[in-house]
């Protein structure tokens, strides 16, 4: 674990890179989405250049955002396994929201709610991915009959609405909780930081400090 003073490294460069990538790709693909899904948001396609471009777009930054994720699946799922201190998270939701702080929590390296943000997030571009393929009108929708199309196209709508939702609520929760957004794009976050929210990686990273000092 790699630490500068009072600074713990939290997410390495090419995680941040990754997500950030994530992000920009994400973006485009969301409202180039958005913008065949309801018509106020036409203007979104714009965004890629012209509606032609969107479209041709929308499937590689789709691919794109697979990808991303991927790494990120493999660099970070060790740390979005459930944990048995996680159902004492859960039961003190109430007070994480209200940022009333108690008793210690027990919280690893990512929260309960991260686990399950991270889970559902890796479940809907798998959908997306999946459905998206079938409908690619380009090269492989010709192989599927009318009733196998119409399902990815449901599946794929529902999934894309979804995983919106579920990251604007992540961008919401980064906000919130102050540092981590700093944490994200310098890698690093205050000690401070640890402890108030993940109290269990602090003590975690305390005891490697004594470990390395004997
Ligand atoms: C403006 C948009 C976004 C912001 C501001 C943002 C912010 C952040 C921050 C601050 C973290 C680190 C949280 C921590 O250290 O506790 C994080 C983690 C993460 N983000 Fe984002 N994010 C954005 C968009 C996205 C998108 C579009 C995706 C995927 C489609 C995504 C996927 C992830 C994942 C998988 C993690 C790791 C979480 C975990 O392991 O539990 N983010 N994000």
């Known amino acids: ?3 500068k003073q009072d600074r713990i490294l939290r997410t390495k460069l090419p995680e941040r890179l990754c997500h950030w990538a994530i992000v920009l790709c994400f973006f485009l693909a969301a409202t180039s989405g958005l913008s065949w899904f309801f018509p106020t948001f036409s203007w979104m396609s714009g965004l ?6 969107a479209r041709l777009l929308h499937p590689f930054l789709g ?3 697979f990808a991303g994720l991927c790494f990120m699946f493999v660099r970070f799922v060790k740390y979005n396994l459930p944990a048995r201190t996680d159902a004492l998270w859960f039961r003190n939701v109430a007070d994480v929201i209200l940022n009333r702080h108690g008793a210690p929590l027990r919280i690893g390296k990512y929260n309960a709610g991260q686990k399950v943000l ?5 479940l809907s571009i798998v ?3 999946v459905s998206g393929l079938i409908m690619w009108r380009a090269y492989f929708a010709e192989f599927f009959p009318i009733p196998v ?5 449901l599946a794929h709508s529902v999934a894309g609405i979804g995983l919106i939702l579920l990251i604007l609520g992540h961008i919401y929760l980064a906000i919130w909780v102050r540092g981590s957004i700093t944490g994200m794009v310098t890698g ?3 000690r401070a930081w640890v402890r108030q929210h993940h109290d269990r990686w602090a003590a975690e990273l305390d005891a490697q400090d004594a470990e390395a000092r004997k």
Do not use: N
């Open 127 to 129: 959908l997306l991915l």
């Open 1 to 3: 674990m790699s630490r």
């Open 118 to 122: 991270f889970w559902l997030i890796m």
């Open 63 to 65: 691919i794109a955002v």
């Open 188 to 190: 690093y976050v205050s």
């Open 48 to 53: 890629l250049g012209t509606p032609q471009m």
């Open 149 to 153: 199309l119409r399902l990815a196209i």
